[in-house]
């Protein structure tokens, strides 16, 4: 089992980058598929970008493409996302997810462990 917590938020301007972080422990995180989902409020998790275990295979949410993207660092048992040219409409609370598939899933119930989110707010 995969304990996952998330870092890197905080406030940005419309137009600026961030990078959020996403700490493995218990398990090696090459293990995994991986991926981030985000919130706002009132609205459901939705996913954002997914990384399939072996590499191959990235797999982003229409708005995204182009502007966020997502790594992994195995030595450091860390998942990144990326998030460049960022806009209000990114304002949302980011989760790491992680599963053992070898595919990646676009809905929530297709990920087995979460991280507790990390709050995004883009300012206009």
């Known amino acids: 089992q995969v304990q996952l917590v998330e870092s890197g938020g905080g406030l940005v301007q419309a137009g600026g980058s961030l990078r959020l972080s996403c700490a493995a422990s218990g398990r090696t995180v090459s293990s995994y598929t991986v991926g981030w989902f985000r919130q706002a409020p009132g609205k459901e998790r939705e996913f954002v970008i997914g990384r399939s275990r072996s590499g191959g295979s990235t797999y982003y949410a229409t708005y995204v493409k182009g502007r966020f993207t997502i790594s992994r660092d195995n030595a450091k048992n860390t998942v990144y996302l990326q998030m460049n040219s960022l806009e209000p409409e990114d304002t949302a609370v980011y989760y790491c997810?992680?599963?053992?598939?070898?595919?990646?899933?676009?809905?929530?119930?297709?990920?087995?462990?979460w991280g507790q989110g990390t709050q995004v707010t883009v300012s206009s």
């Open positions: 997810a992680a599963d053992s598939a070898a595919d990646i899933s676009a809905v929530v119930a297709g990920w087995d462990y």
